[in-house]
């Protein structure tokens, strides 16, 4: 009998691997570094999921709390706009926004028995076919493969000494909830001198907040605390809302950075998630970068494990990396793309950029191109 694959990192990426695995008797055990299953004590962080994704965590009995987005309106600083109506574009729903610990906690509930918590791979040894591995607060094990999904700061990348490109923004995402009288089902972007500032429609929480906002600003111009900037600047987008913004939580703060790394497997070691590859936060797709990626590893492996074809572990693993690094790098290299038009002075591009958004804007056909790689429609 094959020994287990080990995952580390029982974030939503690794439990999500978790929970598949074990539905096709797969046996795993997920390595977390937190002490026990995450409380649901920060509500502020949400997340935007594609039709994929909601797709792929139904499949795992996931079902949680979200609001339905069927209309995207975007601005650039010149009040030019583009937008996306699902009923324009045959659709019930662009994008549903759930809140980041209610389905942290609802899918690391699915697998709880496999988790070995307040631990970390200390050592990755190799052995022929199989891995032995050292583990902080644990005892040795055997594995037939390691799953790296620790998010942006992978120890097993460290460990296994894979190169990567890093890029950073010089910007800080700063996000909260607030209450809004806008329309419950719209989600707002601006582009602006005064940073990308996106409004995105909760469930409407206790304190009746109901959007969250994740507002992008150059690092060099946060002079203040978070909390002080927010109150001091955020007039700005409510004149051009023509509503009151009514700030409803604390302000959290992530400095923004994005890398890629050149390969994701070293021997039977694979990178997966944010662990493999984080993007900029403006179209909200990292989580749905992750999981379409988990979904094509636990493919590869079920194929595996089955015995189909006498396919090996390696050649899954190959698979897996030929069918994801490309569209992680292109999708990468979108939002890199769309910050520079959308971020730019310069006018001659201002006025291309006016041109090009009119154009779209009256184009269902090219928004439905957009818009079927945003729900994770493509799949190779
Ligand atoms: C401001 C901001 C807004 C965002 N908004 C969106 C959005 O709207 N939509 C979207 O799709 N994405 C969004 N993202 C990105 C999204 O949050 C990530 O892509 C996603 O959380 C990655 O999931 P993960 O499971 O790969 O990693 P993580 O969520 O980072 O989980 C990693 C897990 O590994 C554990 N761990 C860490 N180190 C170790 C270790 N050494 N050993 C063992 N365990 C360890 C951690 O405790 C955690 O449980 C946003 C990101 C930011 C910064």
Redesign the pocket.
Known sequence: MRPPIII???????SYISSRLSRHNIKNYV????PQL?EKSNKI?????NKNSIELLEKEGVIIKNQNVTNINVFDEDENKLTFNANELKLKSIAKVVV?DDLQHAIETKINKNIIYD???SKINQKNSNLDLEIKNHSPISASLLIG???????VASLSNIKKDVKNYHQI?L?FLARIDLDEHTAIQYFSDNGIFAI?PIPVDRLGNNFSI?WSIDSSKLLLNTKDFVNENITFFEKKLDQKINIGSEVLN?N?SSHHFFDYISGLTVL????AH?IH?LA???????LADADILCEELIKTFNNVNNYSISEGLKSYELRRKTLNKIMRSSMDLLLLIFSNRYRPINFIRAIGLKGLNKSNTIKNIFIKHALGEYRV
């Open positions: 580390s990192g029982g974030g939503i990426i690794g390595v977390e570094k937190r995450l962080r949400t997340l935007t999921l980041f631990s970390e791979i999904s620790e998010g942006r700061n992978s120890n995402a996000t995105l994740v992530f923004l997966i998630g944010d662990a984080s936060p909200g797709q990292g989580i749905n970068l992750g």
